[in-house]
Protein backbone atom coordinates (compact mmCIF):
# COMPACT_ATOMS: atom_id res chain seq x y z
CA UNK A 1 0.00 0.00 0.00
CA UNK A 2 1.39 3.40 -1.07
CA UNK A 3 0.97 6.12 1.16
CA UNK A 4 1.72 9.98 0.04
CA UNK A 5 1.42 12.90 2.18
CA UNK A 6 0.97 16.27 1.56
CA UNK A 7 1.02 19.40 3.25
CA UNK A 8 0.07 22.96 2.56
CA UNK A 9 0.21 26.25 3.78
CA UNK A 10 2.40 24.25 6.71
CA UNK A 11 5.22 21.85 7.07
CA UNK A 12 5.14 18.20 7.49
CA UNK A 13 6.90 17.59 10.64
CA UNK A 14 8.17 13.71 11.54
CA UNK A 15 5.47 13.42 14.46
CA UNK A 16 2.70 14.24 11.76
CA UNK A 17 4.00 11.75 9.34
CA UNK A 18 4.19 9.35 12.28
CA UNK A 19 0.90 9.19 12.93
CA UNK A 20 -0.80 9.53 9.54
CA UNK A 21 0.97 5.97 9.29
CA UNK A 22 -0.10 4.77 12.61
CA UNK A 23 -3.40 5.68 11.82
CA UNK A 24 -3.51 4.15 8.47
CA UNK A 25 -1.97 1.31 8.99
CA UNK A 26 -4.60 0.60 12.05
CA UNK A 27 -7.53 1.72 9.85
CA UNK A 28 -6.23 -0.01 6.50
CA UNK A 29 -4.66 -3.34 7.36
CA UNK A 30 -7.44 -5.58 6.61
CA UNK A 31 -7.98 -3.96 3.27
CA UNK A 32 -4.64 -3.87 2.48
CA UNK A 33 -4.32 -6.58 -0.37
CA UNK A 34 -7.41 -4.02 -2.23
CA UNK A 35 -5.88 -0.48 -1.82
CA UNK A 36 -3.60 0.35 -4.54
CA UNK A 37 -2.65 3.95 -3.09
CA UNK A 38 -3.82 6.17 -0.61
CA UNK A 39 -3.56 9.86 -0.72
CA UNK A 40 -3.02 12.38 1.93
CA UNK A 41 -3.37 16.14 1.98
CA UNK A 42 -3.06 18.28 5.06
CA UNK A 43 -4.06 22.38 4.83
CA UNK A 44 -4.95 24.86 7.19
CA UNK A 45 -7.55 26.55 6.32
CA UNK A 46 -7.11 29.65 8.09
CA UNK A 47 -3.78 30.35 8.18
CA UNK A 48 -2.67 31.91 11.65
CA UNK A 49 -6.14 33.08 12.71
CA UNK A 50 -6.92 29.90 13.91
CA UNK A 51 -10.31 27.76 14.46
CA UNK A 52 -11.61 25.01 13.49
CA UNK A 53 -9.52 24.70 10.07
CA UNK A 54 -7.14 21.89 10.27
CA UNK A 55 -8.45 19.77 7.30
CA UNK A 56 -7.36 15.81 6.30
CA UNK A 57 -8.52 14.57 3.31
CA UNK A 58 -7.64 11.10 2.94
CA UNK A 59 -7.84 9.60 -0.90
CA UNK A 60 -7.95 5.33 -1.25
CA UNK A 61 -7.75 4.32 -4.36
CA UNK A 62 -9.15 0.69 -4.64
CA UNK A 63 -7.86 -2.19 -7.19
CA UNK A 64 -11.47 -2.39 -9.59
CA UNK A 65 -13.68 0.05 -7.60
CA UNK A 66 -14.92 3.38 -6.82
CA UNK A 67 -12.06 5.56 -4.87
CA UNK A 68 -13.18 6.20 -1.08
CA UNK A 69 -12.42 10.08 -0.35
CA UNK A 70 -12.82 11.29 2.86
CA UNK A 71 -12.28 14.73 4.68
CA UNK A 72 -12.61 15.86 8.24
CA UNK A 73 -11.50 20.06 9.71
CA UNK A 74 -10.84 20.32 13.01
CA UNK A 75 -8.85 22.65 15.14
CA UNK A 76 -6.16 19.91 15.98
CA UNK A 77 -4.70 18.57 13.10
CA UNK A 78 -4.07 14.67 14.98
CA UNK A 79 -7.51 15.01 15.45
CA UNK A 80 -8.73 15.43 11.90
CA UNK A 81 -6.01 13.00 10.95
CA UNK A 82 -7.43 10.01 13.47
CA UNK A 83 -10.95 10.89 12.69
CA UNK A 84 -10.68 10.74 9.05
CA UNK A 85 -8.53 7.46 8.81
CA UNK A 86 -11.22 6.00 10.96
CA UNK A 87 -14.30 6.80 8.57
CA UNK A 88 -11.75 5.86 5.53
CA UNK A 89 -11.07 2.23 7.05
CA UNK A 90 -14.89 2.02 7.21
CA UNK A 91 -15.89 3.13 4.49
CA UNK A 92 -13.30 0.82 2.65
CA UNK A 93 -14.41 -1.99 4.62
CA UNK A 94 -17.90 -1.16 3.71
CA UNK A 95 -17.54 -1.41 -0.37
CA UNK A 96 -15.29 -4.09 0.12
CA UNK A 97 -18.02 -6.04 1.91
CA UNK A 98 -20.82 -4.96 -0.18
CA UNK A 99 -18.52 -6.29 -3.53
CA UNK A 100 -18.32 -10.01 -1.75
CA UNK A 101 -21.95 -9.93 -1.43
CA UNK A 102 -22.08 -9.23 -5.33
CA UNK A 103 -19.92 -11.41 -6.35
CA UNK A 104 -21.55 -14.34 -4.29
CA UNK A 105 -24.89 -13.66 -5.87
CA UNK A 106 -24.19 -13.27 -8.91
CA UNK A 107 -23.74 -16.97 -9.67
CA UNK A 108 -27.03 -18.29 -8.17
CA UNK A 109 -29.83 -18.34 -9.99
CA UNK A 110 -32.86 -15.53 -10.02
CA UNK A 111 -34.87 -17.54 -7.48
CA UNK A 112 -32.32 -18.67 -4.65
CA UNK A 113 -32.11 -15.71 -3.17
CA UNK A 114 -36.11 -15.76 -2.31
CA UNK A 115 -36.22 -19.29 -1.40
CA UNK A 116 -33.35 -18.72 0.73
CA UNK A 117 -31.62 -22.28 0.23
CA UNK A 118 -28.36 -20.61 -1.19
CA UNK A 119 -28.35 -22.80 -4.39
Known amino acids: ?22 RLCYALTSSRDSIQRVMVRLS ?3 GPRGGSDKRCHIHVVLEGLP ?12 AAISRAGARA ?9 RRRVMDRTRGLPAN ?4 GDGT
Not at 2 to 22: D, G, Y
Not at 67 to 77: A, I, K, Q, R, Y
Not at 89 to 97: H, K, M
Open 1 to 22: MQVKILARSFSLTNALRSHIQR
Open 44 to 46: DIN
Open 67 to 78: DVVVEDTESDLY
Open 89 to 97: GRAVARRLR
Open 112 to 115: ALLL
